[in-house]
Nanobody, 115 residues
């Protein structure tokens, strides 16, 4: 059974940065494209970024130029570097397969951007 454990969230001021991590277990991580998603209160979960097994990446317009996705296959971990954070980035952040999430969701990690 695949397990996803997100970490690295927290409270940050507007303009600040955070680096999220997602540790994946129970599957052959390196062969799968991965994605980062977020869900803000009262909104649907949205796909932010994907990274293929080859390393190619995609970004939603809302985070392009501010967020960077990466992966370390040896550590079975996918990362999301978030810079220039805005209040509208406040949400619970999740990882899963990308662009179609087919694994059970982890608990996510809360990111709050506020002064």
């Amino acid at each position: 059974q695949v397990q996803l454990v997100e970490s690295g969230g927290g409270l940050v001021q507007p303009g600040g940065s955070l680096r999220l991590s997602c540790a994946v277990s129970g599957t052959t991580f390196s062969i799968y494209a991965m994605g980062w998603y977020r869900q803000a209160p009262g909104k649907q979960r949205e796909l932010l970024s994907t990274i293929a097994s080859s390393g190619s990446t995609t970004y939603a317009d809302s985070v392009k130029g501010r967020f960077t996705i990466s992966r370390d296959n040896a550590k079975r971990t996918v990362y999301l570097q978030m810079n220039s954070l805005k209040s509208e980035d406040t949400a619970v952040y999740y990882c899963n397969r990308g662009p179609l999430a087919s694994w059970s969701w982890g608990r996510g990690t809360q990111v709050t951007v506020s002064s």
